[in-house]
């Protein structure tokens, strides 16, 4: 389940060996026999939320998002204010519906309006969604979801 801020951008999470962390992990995950489902519930910062992506299936509720950097970091960086967060997050393509467009997502839950809003309702979806899509997944042998998520995650990220 991914919903984080990501890890703080500081000297000391660096030099604590973050980076190598998150490396295991990403090779851990997309290694692994058993079948996986990742659930981007909200946002999805840095790399702290790139490190638990690598999954069989990535779900994601309607109004979650997942970048290696936040718009409202890259905002900073390039205009010295956070004012220009919501164009740059359009222009990253961190939205639900940009990462399912391009490939990184294949499930968007509906919020109807909002989660916090009807958490209840929004909870069953969920459930029903985890339970299809790992049904699914234990259905297929073991050796063709590895090969499966191999090839999805060695392609990420270039022509869809």
């Known amino acids: 389940v991914i919903d984080t801020a990501g ?10 060996g973050l ?8 090779a851990d995950l997309v290694m692994l026999d058993a079948p996986t489902v990742c659930l981007l519930l909200g946002e999805g910062a840095g790399g702290a939320a790139l490190a638990l992506l ?5 779900l994601c509720a309607q109004h979650g998002w997942l970048s290696p ?8 960086i390039l205009y010295r204010t956070i004012d220009f967060a919501p164009e740059i997050a359009k222009t990253q393509g961190v939205r639900a519906t940009d990462l399912k467009r391009d490939g990184i997502v294949d499930r968007i839950i ?8 009807e958490p ?7 459930a029903r969604t985890l339970e299809y899509e790992i049904i699914g997944l234990m ?15 060695r392609h990420l990220g270039g022509p869809v």
Not at 7 to 16: F, H, M, N, P
Not at 120 to 125: K, L, S, W
Request: hydrophobic content about 40%; charged content about 35%.
């Open 7 to 16: 890890a703080a951008l500081s000297k000391a999470a660096e030099e604590g």
């Open 120 to 126: 209840e309702a929004f909870c069953e979806r969920v």
């Open 110 to 117: 509906p919020e109807l309006p909002d989660a916090a809003y």
């Open 69 to 76: 950097l936040p718009p409202e970091g890259a905002s900073a």
């Open 19 to 26: 980076a190598a962390e998150i490396a295991r992990s990403l």
């Open 139 to 153: 259905r297929r042998p073991p050796e063709d979801r590895l090969a499966t998520r191999l090839t999805r995650y």
């Open 54 to 58: 690598p999954a069989d299936r990535v």
